[in-house]
Each structure stands twice: as structure tokens, then as C-alpha cells.
């Protein structure tokens, strides 16, 4: 291109619609002179914001162990148990698991272990949690992956789409469809796509168990339907907020004047709209990751997808405290990296910010 | 009651009741093996008459939702839909109870108690071998057997046989023969043996892994994932000769109940364990799939601490259970699926229960009872229940609105799931528990003898506790009949539980399901299983 870019403000970035829930975004990059920033600058901010994410690591590996270990040791050995367990067997799993040590003590010797790698031996399945945990994982993550794939070049389309022709029929129409989708819960729609695809029309298997000893065919089977219900999860959100940010794009003054060089059009909206709208964007992208994350447990279980989050709806409802431990740490661990790799984004999308290293 | 009335009770009544959507092809263990006499002959010989020729081959599936991750390959600890029904294929018991409690031979072939009933002799079964080909001997029932007594294991059977007998008391005379002798006389232990928990597994095994599950069941064992899913494929060297029909058997665990209905109405799946009773209208719907009623499984029960005001005075007790309106209960928290009890611990339907009492609501004699008890103008209650167990807090509302009319004001206390075993039960003076169908000694002597474990109402009652003696000390099938009708009028009349109804398990089949055999302690057995 020719003409070199100037760094235009382009104003407040939209809100973006946050799903409930879901932890605020880190806060785009102020607006300030690009020259000022310097590579230095940015490597402290990346080292700031590394420090902040092991801080909130670190805050949430608290709380969990504070919500699954305070109380009654006894208690903690009963939902283990069950009901019927004698006071023999609650005093031994109590001995057995170091429960009537303080809190603190339990808390700083489970945490060692847990950042050294050793998940620890759950005593509600006598299993290595880390064993169970990490075969799901990946099911959970390719079915995330899967379902972000095909919703990320959907949801912009969509919004690109509804942007060049805001005012028209058709925008309003998708307007108010994804105002709809957004409103339904995961549940509501998975279930009514099970009804749909695999109940009425038989095209799709009911749940999602052939991924325990399907075919190879079964198995990409069984991640439809829980990827097209995150897909209609996500795509609202995400093709809401790129229609704001293109169509704000489009009527900055940049863009217009670019249309009056005479520029082509397609030009115009792919390197110099797009770009521009990729800020809110890319963070839009990652809360809805993170929603996706909490998405997946609820979906998961309509579908009995054999995922981390069945495991831990499984691991809540046995009184496997140690594996709800480290799911809810390796998901905590997932939202920081997702926030921190969309401010990473941010700043290689932002043209001012891309300015002031070049 | 004969055996084809109880026939009548759990097949022709359904069928006559619910038209079409109850499943005809279902035996029930003891009616189908053919060891009984002419009217059990009779009734298996139509019924396989109505399912035609066995077909052999294919792989059933099956949906369970009462699944944990804690759940293992090792009978003695089992305690779920799921892991009930895989051990129930995998291994064998020395005995199966039959629904009339009558225990019948499995790899026992015989079995002879002495005078007083303080010794079984058992004989088993000749050329029966595990699934690694190795032959049973009386070693392995005698390890599977003393394992049960070691209370680290924490088998639910314990408590069953701990009274009646130490692990010294097991011997093993020769290969074929199994001598316990007990430290009481316990004229029941065939039947306790018949329990899942007490299936024989081979001498020393203490790990149970997809290699070492080793069993002499029609099925064995090729993978396993706990709370997720399990595949057993066919035993060709099963000891009865022909079956099982079926290729495998698969597990998975759907937790969604509407999915897992679904899995078998639409889906991959043959049978879904038990569902809510107000997903049978769905199965009702479809022409793929029928309910399978498992009729007086479990109860759910207002208990009352008779040692705590008010209960402590007789006439209240007797007041409050006295104005329960056990139809409408039954009605409106389990939509009809079950049978009223004059709070009694066992089913209507079961050979035990006491015929002549009357479960009729009496609003009048209730406000009666009270006023003499000095409660002229009614009683206020707190009730405490939980979202612990299907139904628990709908029966408390149910409980609550029946017994208003009679002047018994209940104000109810949801619990907290998490402690409401801890902090309510055997606490609270008064809340709601359940338990599931067990043999009138089994739940006599774990819920209402003086010294027992879950003694809800507190009482002490030394009728109760000799009649449950004098039970164990007969081996004669009448005299234990008139000794638990007995006992278990006695606790209708005097204890402080009131028992509204006994409820059924729905299972869910597919059509052309066939040959299942429904089995108190297992859920369901699949030897005589196929797909038709």
C-alpha cells in the first residue's frame, strides 16, 4: 500500500456484550501517543500482566480449596462416603487424608504438589487425579476448538455482513435473531437440537458415548451436536460485536478518506476496517472463550460427552474434592491464558501500538 | 402367595393397567430358571412361548445415570445402578434370591443347615471355572466370603453377616464343599448370601483391574473407564450350556435424564436404568421403547423420634400417621407408580406383608387421637427434608398438605444436601429418609431393632427384638412367615415411621429386547438376554 497509515484515534472501542458470569476483559490499551512506548515499555507490560495472572492463579486456587475444604472434616469424609458409611470408616478416611490437619497446612503441601505435577491420588476412586483429567482435557479442548473454528469465521462473516447494510431488513432481522439465540441457555438449545437432529430426523446420534468405543466415524460424530450448541452459544455474541466495530470502522474518517483516494472498496473494508474493529474483537473472541469454557460443562452433560466438564459435575457430586480442585485450577489456568494471549492480540492488532515498535 | 399370583402382580396387572406400553418379555429370576414346581413351569413355558426362538450374537447397550467415579470392578463394594448390573454379569453368588426371597442355586447346587441353623453346609457346583479357565473350588468362596467380614473393606454386607460369623468360621472341608459355621443361629444366610455384595471372586484377589476382574459370569470384563463406560463380551465357557445369547454387553453413563430416556427412545441404546417418573410419559409416546416397572424397590418415610416431644406420647404418632392420605401421596409424588403400605418396610407385594392391616386415611379418628393426647386445637411440626434423593422434598409437601385436614400443621425445613445425613438424620426429631426393598430381617434389623445401626425412631422395643431372634432361630418357611408379619406389625402399629407407599423402579427396553431377568440386588440379570 502506498499511502502510509496514520494513527487515528478511533474512539471507544463498543462495550463488549458480556456474557454473565464471565470475568471482565483486560482493559484495551489507553489510548496514548505511540511514541512513548517503547519496547521496554511492552515488555514490562508483559511481564506486569504475567505477574497479575499468577496472582489470580494463585487467588483462585485459594478459593477453591477454601470452598471444597472448610468444613466439618467429617462432613468432607461423608459426601466422599455416602450415607451409609459407619463412624469407623468417616474417622479413617479422615485420618487417611490428613483432615485433621489445619486448613493452611493442607492448602500449602496439596499446592506444592500440584505445581510440581503431582496431581495427587484421589480417595474417592483410588485413582491419579492427573490420569483422569488429562485424557477429558483434550476432549474438551479439541471439542472447543472445533466449536471456535467453525464460529469465528461464521460470527464475522455474519457481523461484516450485517454491518455494510445496517438500517436494512436483513440486518435487523439477524439483529434480532442473535439477540434471540443469546437469550437461550446452552441447555435449552442442545436440547432442541437433540430433539431436531438425532430425535426427529435421526441424522445424529443422541449423546455423545461413542467417544468411549465408537469407530473413528462414530466418534466425529459424537462432537456435532456439543459443538454446534456451543456454535449457536457463541456466534451471537461474537457477529453482534463485529458488526459495531466494522460498522464504526467503516465510518471513521479513515476509511472514508480512503474511499475518496479511491482505494477499492474491498481494500478499504478488509485492511483498514477490519483491522481496526479486530481490537474489540479479538477480546469479544476471548470471553466468549472463556464463557465457552463454563459452556462446555453444561453442554457436556446433555450430552454425556466424556469431558472435563462431566468429570466435574461427576467429581462435585461424589465428594471428589481433590479432582474439583485441580479441574477448577486448570481452568482457572485456561481463562488467564486466553485473556493473556488476547492482550497480546490486542496490542499486534492495534495499528498504533504496531506503530510505535516499527 | 403362589408364585403365579406374584406373576400376575408384576406382568399381566401391568399389562392390564397400562396397556401395551409395559414390556411382556420380562422374567423375573426364580419363575424363569426352571427349578420350581409345576405353576412356576407353566408360567415360563408362556412366556417363552411369547418371545419365540432366543437369536444369538449382537452387542446390547445400556444407559445408567446412578453411576459414580468412584465405582470399581470389586463386587463386595458395589452400590449403584451401574456397578450392580456390570458385577451382576461378571461374577456369581453361591445363591440368587428369587422375589419371594427363596434363594436358589447358582454355584451352590445345595445347601443344608444343622439342627439349630449355627451351620450351612454348602455344596457347589461341579466343572464351573473363572473366566481365566481356572476351576472354582471352595477356596474361592471361602476367600470371597471372609473378605466381606474385614470391615476396612467396607463392604454394605458387613453388618449383615458380622453378627452371625467370624472369618474362622469358614471352612473348606474339601474343593467342593463350604462350611460355615456361626457364632448364632441365622436360618437366613443362603439368602444373605444371595446379595451381590457376596458374588465369588478368586482366592486373592484384592485388586480389581480389567485383567484380575475375574468371575465365573455368563460375561467378562474388556474395558473399563469408572463413571464413564464399561464393555464386557461373552463368556464361552459359561457353565450353563447355550447361553448367554448376546456378544457383549456395554455400559455408558449419561447423566441428563432427558438424554438418557432419549438414548433409548432414539438412540444407540438397548436399556436405561431407572428414570424419573415423569419421563414415562416420553417412553409412553414411543414405539421404540417400553417402561420396564420394577414394582416395590424403594420407600421414601417420615420418620419420628419417639424419645423427642411430641412423639414421645403414642397417641400422637399414631395421630399423624393415622391422617396420611397414602393414595394421594402416592399419586401426587410418584404419579402412581407403586403401592400404598400401612407403614410397613416391605412392599404390599411382598410374601411378608402383614394382609390384614388397613391403609386407609382416618382424619376423624386423627384429630380424635390428638385431642385425647392434649393437642385439642392440632400440633405444630418441622418436618426437615433434602434434594438429597429423588422425591425426598416433594413428599415432605405431599406429606405436609394431606395431614393439614386432621389439624397437624407441618412447616418444612430444606436441608443442605451436603450435611443433611450428618446434621438431620437420626438428629432432627422429625424428617424424611428412604431406603431401598430388603428382606423383612434385613430392614428390621437395620432400621428398627433396638440396637440398630439406623434406629430412626429410637424406640426400644423388646417384642421387636425377640421376634427378630426367634426368626433367624426357624428354618421353617411358615413359621418365619407368621414371625415377620408379626414383626412387621409391630412396627406398623407401634413405630414412628410413617410409610406411605412402596415405590417402583422404571427401567426403560427397547422393543425387541428380550429374556432379561429383573433381580432385587443386581437390577437385572442378562445370561438369558437378546435381541429379538
Known amino acids: 500500500m502506498a499511502e502510509p497509515e496514520r494513527p487515528i484515534p478511533v474512539g471507544e472501542a463498543p462495550a463488549a456484550a458480556a456474557p454473565p458470569m464471565s470475568p471482565a476483559p483486560a482493559p484495551a490499551p489507553t489510548p496514548e501517543p505511540a511514541r512513548v512506548r517503547t519496547r521496554y515499555a511492552r515488555l514490562e507490560s508483559v511481564v506486569r500482566q504475567l505477574g497479575a495472572a499468577l496472582l489470580t492463579l494463585f487467588v483462585i486456587s485459594i478459593v477453591t480449596f477454601a470452598a471444597t475444604n472448610i468444613k466439618d472434616p467429617v462432613d468432607v469424609a461423608r459426601g466422599a462416603l455416602g450415607r451409609e458409611a459407619t463412624d469407623e470408616q468417616l474417622e479413617a478416611y479422615v485420618r487417611a487424608n490428613d483432615l485433621d490437619e489445619p486448613v493452611y497446612v493442607r492448602y500449602t503441601s496439596w499446592l506444592g504438589d500440584f505445581v510440581r505435577g503431582d496431581w495427587g491420588t484421589s480417595p474417592v476412586t483410588g485413582r491419579e487425579v492427573r490420569e483422569e483429567v488429562l485424557p477429558r482435557l483434550e476432549k474438551t479442548l479439541l471439542l472447543s476448538i472445533v466449536s471456535l473454528l467453525v464460529a469465528l469465521p461464521l460470527s464475522i462473516a455474519l457481523g461484516l455482513f450485517m454491518a455494510r447494510r445496517v438500517g436494512t431488513w436483513s440486518d435487523l432481522s439477524l439483529l434480532i435473531g442473535t439477540v434471540v439465540f443469546a437469550a437461550l441457555p446452552e441447555f435449552v438449545v442442545g436440547i432442541g437440537l437433540l430433539m431436531l437432529f438425532a430425535v426427529q430426523l435421526g441424522w445424529l446420534p443422541v449423546d455423545s458415548t461413542a467417544l468411549s468405543f465408537g469407530t473413528t466415524a462414530e466418534q466425529a460424530k459424537a462432537y456435532v451436536l456439543p459443538a454446534l450448541t456451543l456454535v449457536i452459544a457463541m456466534v451471537p455474541y461474537i457477529a453482534r460485536i463485529a458488526r459495531g466495530a466494522v460498522r464504526e470502522a467503516l465510518a471513521a474518517p479513515y476509511t472514508q478518506a480512503a474511499l475518496l483516494r479511491g482505494l477499492p472498496r474491498r481494500t478499504v473494508v478488509w485492511d483498514h476496517a477490519m483491522r481496526n474493529a479486530s481490537v474489540p474483537l479479538v477480546n469479544a473472541v476471548a470471553i466468549n472463550l472463556v464463557y465457552l469454557l463454563s459452556g462446555v460443562i453444561v453442554v457436556e452433560n446433555v450430552f454425556a460427552f466424556p469431558g472435563i466438564g462431566q468429570a466435574l459435575v461427576q467429581a462435585i457430586g461424589g465428594g471428589d474434592t481433590i479432582t474439583v480442585q485441580a479441574i477448577a485450577l486448570v481452568m482457572g489456568a485456561m481463562f488467564i491464558a486466553i485473556s493473556l494471549v488476547a492482550d497480546l492480540l490486542v496490542v499486534y492488532f492495534n495499528p498504533r501500538l504496531k506503530a510505535a515498535t516499527a | 402367595m403362589s408364585s403365579e399370583e406374584f406373576f400376575d402382580l408384576i406382568t399381566r396387572r401391568q399389562l392390564l393397567k397400562r396397556g401395551a406400553g409395559f414390556a411382556a418379555g420380562v422374567s423375573v429370576v426364580g419363575l424363569a430358571a426352571a427349578c420350581g414346581g409345576d405353576e412356576e413351569g407353566a408360567a415360563t413355558g408362556a412366556e417363552e412361548q411369547a418371545e419365540g426362538e432366543p437369536r444369538r450374537g449382537g452387542i446390547l447397550q445400556i444407559s445408567f445415570s446412578d453411576s459414580s467415579t468412584d465405582e470399581s470392578l470389586d463386587p463386595a463394594i458395589s452400590e449403584l445402578n451401574n456397578d ?231 397417641r400422637v404418632v399414631d395421630a399423624i400417621k393415622m391422617a396420611v392420605d397414602r393414595e394421594r401421596v402416592l399419586q401426587a409424588v410418584f404419579q402412581g407408580y407403586g403401592d400404598v403400605s400401612a407403614d410397613v418396610p416391605v412392599p404390599p407385594t411382598d410374601a411378608f406383608y402383614p394382609p390384614d392391616l388397613d391403609p386407609a386415611q382416618d382424619i376423624e379418628g386423627a384429630r380424635a387421637l390428638l385431642a385425647e393426647a392434649g393437642y385439642p386445637d392440632g400440633l405444630d411440626l418441622e418436618l426437615f427434608t433434602s434434594a438429597s434423593y429423588g422425591g425426598m422434598v416433594d413428599i415432605a409437601v405431599a406429606f405436609q398438605q394431606v395431614v393439614e385436614p386432621a389439624g397437624i400443621r407441618v412447616k418444612i425445613n430444606q436441608w443442605s444436601p451436603d450435611t443433611y445425613w450428618d446434621q438431620v438424620w437420626l438428629v432432627k426429631p422429625m424428617y424424611v429418609s428412604y431406603y431401598t426393598r430388603r428382606h423383612p430381617n434385613e430392614i428390621l434389623s437395620v432400621t428398627y431393632a433396638s440396637n440398630a445401626p439406623w434406629n430412626e425412631c429410637k424406640l426400644k422395643n423388646q417384642t421387636l427384638d425377640d421376634l427378630l431372634a426367634e426368626g433367624l432361630r426357624t428354618t421353617d418357611p411358615e413359621e418365619q412367615k407368621t414371625i415377620y408379619q408379626d414383626a412387621l406389625r409391630e412396627v406398623a402399629d407401634k413405630h414412628g415411621t410413617s410409610i406411605p407407599a412402596f415405590v417402583s423402579k422404571l427401567w426403560v427396553k427397547k422393543t425387541n429386547v428380550r429374556g432379561e431377568e429383573l433381580e432385587l440386588s443386581r437390577g437385572m440379570l442378562m445370561r438369558k438376554a437378546f435381541l429379538a
Open chain 2, 84 to 314: 450392580s448390573f456390570y458385577t451382576g454379569q461378571i461374577y456369581e453368588g453361591l445363591t440368587v434370591s428369587n422375589l419371594e426371597w427363596e434363594p436358589q442355586p447358582v454355584l451352590a447346587e445345595s445347601w443344608e443347615p444343622n439342627e439349630d441353623a449355627t451351620e450351612w453346609t454348602f455344596t457347589l457346583r461341579q466343572g464351573v471355572t473363572f473366566h481365566d479357565g481356572t476351576p472354582l473350588t471352595s477356596k474361592d468362596a471361602a476367600y470371597s466370603i471372609g473378605r466381606l467380614l474385614d470391615e476396612e473393606l467396607g463392604s454394605p454386607l458387613f453388618s449383615r453377616l458380622e453378627p452371625s460369623l467370624d472369618p474362622d468360621g469358614i471352612n473348606t472341608p474339601d474343593d467342593g464343599t463350604l462350611v460355615l459355621r456361626l457364632k448364632r443361629p441365622d436360618s437366613l444366610m443362603p439368602l444373605a448370601l444371595s446379595a451381590r455384595h457376596a458374588m465369588i471372586v478368586k482366592d486373592g484377589t484384592s485388586e480389581f483391574s480389567v485383567q484380575t476382574a475375574i468371575g465365573t459370569g455368563p460375561f467378562k470384563v474388556k474395558s473399563f473407564r469408572p463413571g464413564q463406560s464399561w464393555e464386557l463380551e461373552r463368556n464361552d465357557n459359561y457353565w450353563e450350556a447355550g447361553v448367554p445369547y448376546l456378544d457383549g454387553l456395554r455400559g455408558v453413563v449419561i447423566g441428563e435424564q432427558s438424554t438418557k430416556v432419549q438414548s433409548v427412545t432414539a438412540g444407540q441404546a438397548h436399556i436405561a436404568d431407572p428414570i424419573d417418573y415423569s419421563a414415562a410419559s416420553t417412553v409412553q409416546g414411543s414405539s421404540a421403547a417400553e417402561l420396564l416397572e420394577f414394582k416395590g424397590s424403594t420407600y421414601l418415610l417420615v420418620a419420628m423420634d419417639q424419645t423427642k416431644e411430641p412423639f414421645t406420647d403414642e
